[in-house]
Structures are given as C-alpha cells and as structure tokens.
C-alpha cells in the first residue's frame, strides 16, 4: 500500500521525480535494504557492503513480519528498478541517527541474473532477470533483532536547503552533490601567498562523503595569478606572481622628511670636514716644507761672516758704584786683556767701585781701570787671568765713506752679542756729550762717525766695524727723539737711527796715552773762546774767565797772531760755525799738528798757521 509521506514539504533535491516512485524515509542501512513489517521484500540487485563477512548458507532465514519497518533512501530506491515505496515510520518511533555511508567501489552492484550475497541471516539466492514486473521478494530478517530494533530515522541530505537556489539543468536527483565550492578563508593582505587548498577545494569532497559524490573531477591546474586576487585590495594593484614579495608604497611624507634629514646631516658633515680643513690645511697631520741642512759657513762681508768673527772679542761691563750702576759694551784690545770702552761706562765705579767683564762665551771676570779721559769720553780696563783671548782688529777711520756698511755689537739693555747693521750716515759730525756736572768738566768732543745702525742704551763703548769685522769706531752717543739729548748724557730713549761713534784713529790714540802714561793729552790752541756768541764762526773772548787775557801768552794762537774779538770760521779749508764745532775739529788732531786757520778782523778774512799745543 503506497503511502504519501507526512510532514514539511521536501526541498528541490529531496522531491520525487514524476517518472518512477520515490521513498520518503531511507533504510536504516545503505545495504540492508529490509521492507517494513508486514511487507515483501522486492527482488532488485543488492550492493555488497565493503569489509562484511561473507554470509554463510546455513543461517536461517528471517520473514519479513519480524523484521521492523525502514525507509529506504531515494538513492537507494532510484538504484533499485520497480522498487516499491517503503512505508513511513509509524508515529510515536524514536528518530535514529543515520550511519555515515561507506565507500563502495561501483563494481559490486550485481547485475542482472547475478547471484545475490548472503545476508547476515541466510545464504545467498540466485535471482533471475524476470521478464516482467514482479511482485517484490521479501528480505529474511533475523528473529532477535525483529521486535528489539527502531526504526532508523530519517536520512538528511548531503547539503543544506538552499530557499533560493535554482538547479541550472533541470531537475537534478535528489542526492546530486552541490557544485564543488571553495571553502572560506580569511582574506590575506593583497599580496600574500595564498597557503595550498586541500583537495576538496579542486573539486573533490572529503573520504567520508565518497558514496554520494560525484565522481572525481580532473586535476584543478597549478595556481595561478588568479587565485591571488584579493577583492579587498587597493584599485588598479597589479597582479602578482605567488611567493614574490610586493613592494610597498611609500608615503611622500616619510621620503621627504628622509631627504631633508640626509641633507641636514650631509651639510653638518660637510661643513664640520670643511672647517677642520680651513683650519688645519687638511685632513691627515700637518707637514711644512723645510729645507734640508745647510753649511754654516757665510761669506766674511757677510753681517753674519762678520758677526762671527768680532763676536768672540766683544765683552759686556757691569758696573756698580757708591750711588749708582750702568751696563756697556767694551771690545778687547791685546792679549794682555786690556779692553776699551766709554768713560761714562765706568765712571759710576768711582773710586771704589767693582767692574765686571763677561765674555761672549759666558765666563765673567773682574776688571780694573788702567785710565779714563773725559773729553774724549774714553777709558781702559783690564782683566787677569783670562786665556784665549781674541783681540779686535782695528781699521781706519779715515778711509772710511758715507754709505760703507757697518755692524754694531753690543748689549743693548743687557742684552748681550746683540748685532745691529747699518751704513755710514755721514762724517766728522762735532757731537758733545756728558755735562752732567754742570761746570763743562765732563764733557766731551766728538767729531764723530754717524751710522743708522741701531744703537740703543747699552750699546755704549761697542765696536762699530766695517766689512773685513774691523773696528772703525766707537759707539758713544745717539740722539732721542723729544729730549734733545745722547746717551753720554744720561738719555735713555731708544734709537731713532741716529747713532754716533769716535773715530777709531782718535780713540786708537787716546787709549794708548791712557795705557802708556794713565791720562791723555788734548790739542789746545791756546785762547779763551766766547760760548754765548750766535753768528757764524767761533769767536775769541775779550777775557778769560778768571779775568787774565783771552789769549795766552807765548801759546800757540799768539805765536800765531791770534787776537781778542777775532772771528776763526774755517779749519783747514772746513767751515765752522760755533765754538764747540771748532774744539772738536782741533781735537780730531794730535798736539804738535800744523793747523790753517780763516778768521775775519775788523771786516776783513784773514789766514794764519797755527802749530797744535798740549794740554793735560
């Protein structure tokens, strides 16, 4: 009796087809199709089931009444042509869970006229292809499990119901497999690889859902840049290969913010690297180019070829007195260690002074004075006990020339072995110098040897020495701007490049009368001259200053004809202009030289010859 199935209306895969009847409950098992209590089992060809016992002939048959009712699944029923619809479950039975299907190979569906398995209850029976439609046979079923067993529910799907899903081809059979699906994944950022789907998602479904799919579909091809699409990507990304990296966009801001900082410290290093270089000439250590080692030999015209030779004769005195003490310059005379140097060098040591001489190799001895002149501003010490000692050449002051070169030595504010250099200024300048006492007694008569060698306080009593480092002078006096004096009168000013010296043919004179004798004898022409006279010439006074006459009797001016009031204003052939001028032209000469004299009386010139007298 063929039944219509209760409850909700069966979806699309579950309905059955117009052609051929469809169960409305499945079997309890895929393979134990048994009829409903009460029902003949048809005869249809019957799949075995995979890994059961073999059936043995000997077990016994079981009628259809014990067997309970079950539904047979639509498969099932398709598979078996003319099959009945099974009954459906009676009300009140408990729903049973479906057993999951077994795989089975397609092989094992016997054919027509095949023989049919045995069953867990009877042996196996050969079934004849019948001819036409016959009634359904019967399934043995065994006795225990005949009232003890319950109905098997219903069996589900393969799929969930889709309300809106349309079969594209008709109607398809009720367990179709659903189209092969990609499972879900989480979406990778755009660009990732992708992990390997499994097999299923190339179209085949899992090993426990074998019996009801579809057969298996042809390999899925190698993946491809399609499957690396993701739809969440930025518009217009190109595609990329899988497993290569993709490049990620840098934002503007981060490029220029880098650039700016790789300028910034770009121009701190350039410009630390360029200061280092200005200030150091380079990176690596400084090197200066030098010279290599040269001979120390020089010319002997040289400033140095001379220095080193009249340097080893030069000495520096130090003198120190009752009330005062002074530094000069001396230079060595003999090898008897007599030195000449200034007067007013030593006369601070009086009576009862110490002089010390150090020679230019440092050593220092004590020194004596063997005699001073004040009006030649010259004196000679000496020293004992020293060896070795290297006498200065003397030259000659009268073959001197303005504009020879000269070289200064001396200790200029104790500066000792100082060399100054310079030329010859001019000539037979008359100088004066000293007068510190204040009756004339000090002072001295120089017609001296001006040079622009620098001279400076200290240098006093030094040789002035030509080109061949022999002595032509002696440095005696300089003239200061703005006090109008010379060191032999106390000055203390620096040099102004107005230097004086005694000529050494003086000097060479006086200094051996002072070694010889202990004083030195001046030239005198026997008359008193008139200081305060202003014109031009060296005037005769009318008396002396003691009140006797102007002119000495029987002196050399009166033997001359000499008299009171005459104006002398020339000195062999040289003019002169002032008292002073005349005493030191007369000093330039020795006592007993013959001497041409120009002088104006009453208006008118006349000439004498004066022979030199000596005073003491």
Not at 230 to 256: H, I, M
Not at 344 to 359: L, N, P, R, Y
Not at 598 to 604: Q, V
Request: net charge negative; hydrophobic share 35%; proline share 15%.
């Amino acid at each position: 009796m063929n039944e219509q199935p209760t409850g909700p209306k069966p979806k699309w895969w579950s309905r059955p087809q117009t052609d051929r009847p469809r169960a409305t409950e499945p079997p309890p098992d895929a393979y134990d199709l048994a009829p409903p209590a009460g029902a003949t089992e048809p005869v249809h060809p019957v799949r075995e089931r995979p890994g059961a016992p073999e059936a043995s002939t000997d077990a016994p048959s079981v009628s259809a009444s014990d067997t309970p009712a079950a539904d047979t699944p639509a498969s099932e029923a398709e598979s078996i042509p003319g099959g009945p619809a099974p009954e459906p479950p009676s009300p009140g039975s408990p729903p049973s869970t479906p057993e999951p299907p077994s795989p089975a190979p397609p092989s094992s569906a016997p054919g027509p006229g095949a023989p049919r398995p045995a069953s867990a209850t009877g042996p196996a029976e050969p079934v004849d292809a019948p001819a036409s439609p016959a009634p359904p046979a019967t399934r043995p079923i065994p006795a225990e499990s005949a009232g003890s067993a319950a109905p098997p529910a219903p069996r589900q799907p393969l799929h969930a119901p889709d309300p809106y899903g349309t079969p594209p081809y008709g109607g398809p059979g009720p367990w179709a497999p659903a189209p092969p699906v990609q499972r879900p994944v989480p979406t990778p950022p755009g660009g990732t690889a992708l992990p390997q789907q499994p097999p299923y998602a190339a179209g085949q479904a899992p090993a426990s859902e074998a019996p009801y799919a579809a057969p298996p579909a042809p390999p899925a091809p190698p993946a491809s840049q399609w499957l690396q699409y993701d739809p969440w990507s930025a518009p217009g990304e190109p595609f990329t290969k899988a497993g290569d990296p993709v490049p990620r966009k840098r934002r503007r801001g981060a490029l220029l913010a880098g650039a700016v900082l790789l300028a910034l410290v770009a121009g701190c290093v350039g410009g630390g690297v360029g200061a280092y270089v200005e200030r150091n000439g380079g990176i690596t250590s400084v090197r200066l180019p030098q010279s290599g080692k040269e001979p120390q030999g020089r010319a002997p015209d040289s400033v140095a070829g001379i220095a080193a030779s009249a340097l080893p004769s030069v000495v520096t005195i130090h003198v120190t007195g009752a009330a005062e003490s002074g530094t000069g310059t001396g230079f060595v005379l003999d090898n008897a260690g007599r030195i000449l140097t200034n007067n007013h060098v030593v006369k601070a040591a009086g009576d009862s002074g110490k002089i010390s001489v150090t020679f230019s190799g440092g050593e220092s001895v004590a020194a004596q004075v063997v005699g001073r002149d004040t009006g030649y501003d010259l004196a000679v010490v000496k020293v004992s006990g020293v060896s070795g000692l290297k006498p200065l050449a003397l030259g000659n002051s009268d073959n001197v020339l303005v504009g020879d070169p000269v070289v200064a030595i001396g200790a200029p504010f104790d500066l000792s072995n100082t060399v100054t250099s310079g030329i010859i200024s001019a000539k037979e300048r008359p100088i004066t110098a000293g007068g510190e006492d204040g009756d004339g007694s000090d002072v001295s008569y120089v017609d001296a040897l001006q040079t622009d060698a620098p001279i400076n306080p200290g240098n006093s009593g030094g040789p002035l020495v030509d080109s061949k480092a022999r002595v032509i002078g002696i440095n005696s006096a300089i003239r200061s701007a703005g006090s109008g004096g010379s060191e032999g009168s106390g000055g203390q000013a620096g040099s102004i490049g107005l230097g004086f010296a005694i000529p050494i043919n003086q000097a060479k004179r006086v200094a051996e009368e002072l070694i010889n004798t202990g004083r030195a004898t001046h030239p005198v022409i026997g008359v008193t001259l008139d200081m305060k006279f202003t014109g031009d010439g060296a005037r005769v006074a009318d008396k002396a200053v003691d009140g006797k006459p102007s002119v000495t009797a029987d002196g050399p001016g009166a033997k001359a004809g000499i008299r009171p009031q005459d104006v002398i204003t020339k000195v062999d052939g040289q003019r002169v202009h002032g008292a002073e001028e005349l005493i030191v032209k007369i000093r330039a000469h020795r006592p007993g030289d013959r001497l041409r004299l120009a002088l104006m009386r009453d208006g008118k010139e006349q000439e004498l010859t004066l022979t030199l007298g000596s005073a003491s």
